[in-house]
């Protein structure tokens, strides 16, 4: 049985724990980094999109290596028409952030390499091997869900090459024209080349799991539809991501705790939109700018930050209620309508989430397309006491 020591121990090789050793080895080159995985390559299966408003110039440039495509703006398609948006929105492959960050970490990258029991200063692997830390991060994905209420966005996607040209010029990010099916369903496309795109059918729904059959044969129609014959598919990637209605921050980030949590494991995610990287960005940062990297720091900054971050998240959880707690799952599309058809520029801050006072009003404002009783009952319940009644609080 081995041991190795280092000054930062990493478990997970996913987004947020990518991003915390592209930016150490950058800022703190001397800095000792252990990055252990499970499987066999860094960042599982998934791509990362985000709006360039979301994040300042100093932040894209040094995630800049990890993009592979980039679009001037992109559209939004519902039943009263379809609305194109300026403003840059990028992407970022598993397989770019693989390929970069490994080369980087070289032999600090453990791949194939499950873990088995964490502590505040070791991490155990399953063949027995320790090493020691100052600091351990543990960035495994989502966390059990304990203190929080959550409704969830499912998808299926699917990378395929065309046999001609699709025509597209920009992303379509919700293309809510198509059969509502349960809950809120969108079609969200990024064209990666002329005949190459990513589709993918995704739902606001309040359970995590789905009938994948059901999520294939949508993608199938959909790329009928519109007379697009598939080549070749090349890849395929599927999740379920927390949309956040209500919680206890007190139990997300308790007093004392050992191992210092990021990603979704630390709940670090815009609420309703379900987007990471920028708060991947924002974590990444705050930790390179610590004085020192031990547990009892870490832990401390991370658990401010997340209460911070969970106050100025409490508008967004109050969207999540009103759709997933007031009218008909099928029409939740009404409501994601209106709000596209708002200013550019406040839809741009609500991704960025820099909302105004007045931006808060002018979402609320006008005729609700909910009930509004529904609504008001909805806003009510804000902690995890008022769902003990249940979660449903349509009547």
């Not at 559209?75 to 390929?99: A, C, K, M, Q, V």
């Not at 890849?235 to 007190?250: C, F, K, N, T, Y």
């Not at 008909?328 to 006072?357: E, H, V």
Request: net charge neutral; charged share 25%; proline share 5%.
């Amino acid at each position: 049985m081995g041991e190795g020591v280092a000054d930062v121990v990493l478990i997970g090789a996913g987004l947020a724990n990518g991003l915390i050793a592209l930016h150490l080895r950058a800022s703190r080159p001397g800095l000792r980094i252990a990055m252990f995985e499970a499987a066999d390559r860094m960042g599982g299966n998934h791509t990362w999109s985000f709006h360039r408003s979301d994040l300042t110039p100093a932040q894209l440039a040094w995630i800049e290596p990890l993009i592979v495509a980039r679009w001037p703006g992109y559209d939004t398609r519902f039943p009263n028409g379809t609305r194109t948006f300026t403003g840059e929105y990028l992407s970022i492959t598993s397989d770019r952030f693989h390929d970069v960050i490994s080369a980087m970490l070289g032999p600090d990258l453990h791949l194939n390499s499950p873990v088995h029991e964490v502590t505040a200063d070791e991490v155990v692997l399953q063949d027995g091997t320790r090493h020691r830390a100052a600091l351990v991060i543990d960035g495994r994905g989502p966390q059990s869900g304990e203190g929080l209420v959550l409704g969830f966005q499912n998808f299926l996607g699917k990378e395929v090459q065309l046999t001609a040209p699709h025509g597209l010029l920009r992303p379509i990010i919700m293309d809510a024209t198509v059969e509502q099916q349960d809950g809120y369903r969108f079609v969200y496309v990024l064209p990666f080349s002329d005949d190459r795109l990513l589709i993918e059918d995704t739902h606001y729904v309040d359970r995590a799991a789905m009938g994948m059959q059901t999520l294939h044969d949508n993608i199938d129609h959909y790329l009928q539809a519109h007379g697009w014959q598939v080549h070749k598919v090349w890849r395929q990637e599927q999740g379920s991501l927390p949309i956040v209605l209500a919680g206890d921050p007190e139990l997300l980030w308790p007093e004392g705790e050992r191992v210092a949590r990021v990603g979704l494991q630390g709940s670090r995610f815009h609420h309703t939109t379900g987007y990471s990287l920028p708060d991947a960005v924002r974590v990444a940062e705050l930790l390179g700018r610590l004085d020192v990297l031990d547990r009892a720091g870490v832990c401390a900054a991370l658990a401010a930050d997340g209460r911070r971050d969970w106050r100025a998240q409490g508008f967004y959880r109050l969207l999540n209620r009103m759709l997933f707690l007031a009218g008909r799952p099928d029409q939740r599309w009404r409501a994601m309508q209106r709000f596209y058809g708002l200013s550019p520029s406040l839809i741009q801050r609500f991704y960025a989430r820099r909302l105004t006072g007045f931006d808060r009003l002018r979402i609320l404002s006008g005729k609700p397309p909910v009930p509004v009783m529904q609504a008001a009952r909805a806003a009510l319940k804000t902690t995890l006491e008022d769902f003990k009644g249940g979660y449903d609080d349509r009547q």
